[in-house]
């Protein structure tokens, strides 16, 4: 369901009619609105033009690589975009979240777990509620993170980051030279489920790392089977 009364559009790229029907079905009971489509130009389509809030994504497309269309829906939006795929390999995973994915599930699926992991895709990829510590601005080197506004600069210039990865930047800045452990972060960015989801650390560490330039190395810093650090003062 949509948080503060507002509707909450899922768009579903798949072409098994059967799991089209049933999570459309289980949606529309919890007050989300639905659209469809199996072909990847209509999809990206419907992503300019209704504009939704997360899309679940078959890899398995008649006639598109559905890892392609993955990137290209996030070089155009920061979407929640949940991969739902029978390719349940572990790098099929890492290449999806490499892609730009926020979750990876493999068919087949639990309708709760599909409904659980939605919500809380969708509670990661929206703006946290405001509190006294986030309302701040936190500068490293040259790296300016609004914390209020979620928006990061490098140098001055924008640095576009989906939810996801400023979700774990922003917890890794307030707790600025506390090593956090992975299943902590996994706890806090993706949630309780996701506590031994190591590699969705991995890959998004990486990301972040590559989108902050120079500095992402020094400002994110490993211990070791242990987890991360954003380095101190």
Request: glycine residues 6%.
């Amino acid at each position: 369901m949509a948080e503060n009364g507002e509707r909450t559009l899922a768009l579903l790229v798949e072409d098994d009619p059967n799991i089209v029907d049933l999570i459309r079905s289980n949606l529309t009971v919890r007050g989300y609105d639905t659209a469809s489509t199996a072909d990847a130009d209509e999809a990206l389509l419907l992503l300019e033009t209704q504009e939704p809030d997360i899309i679940l994504l078959d890899l398995m497309l008649p006639g598109a690589d559905g890892m392609e269309l993955c990137r290209q829906i996030r070089e155009r939006s920061a979407v929640a975009v949940i991969v739902v795929s029978a390719r349940g390999g572990e790098r099929d995973k890492v290449n999806a979240l490499n892609m730009g994915a926020d979750d990876y599930m493999t068919k087949p699926f639990s309708v709760e777990e599909l409904m659980a992991r939605i919500t809380a895709t969708l509670r990661r990829t929206r703006p946290p509620a405001a509190t006294d510590h986030q309302l701040s601005t936190i500068e490293a080197g040259t790296v300016v993170i609004d914390l209020p506004a979620q928006q990061v600069t490098l140098a001055g210039t924008p640095v576009h980051l989906t939810p996801t990865e400023f979700a774990l930047l922003r917890e890794l800045a307030l707790n600025r030279g506390k090593l956090l452990t992975h299943s902590y972060l996994l706890r806090r960015v993706w949630g309780p489920a996701y506590q031994t989801e190591t590699e969705y650390l991995r890959v998004y560490v990486r990301r972040l790392r590559a989108k902050l330039g120079d500095d992402g190395a020094q400002l994110i810093l490993t211990a070791p089977r242990a987890g991360y650090r954003f380095a101190p003062d």
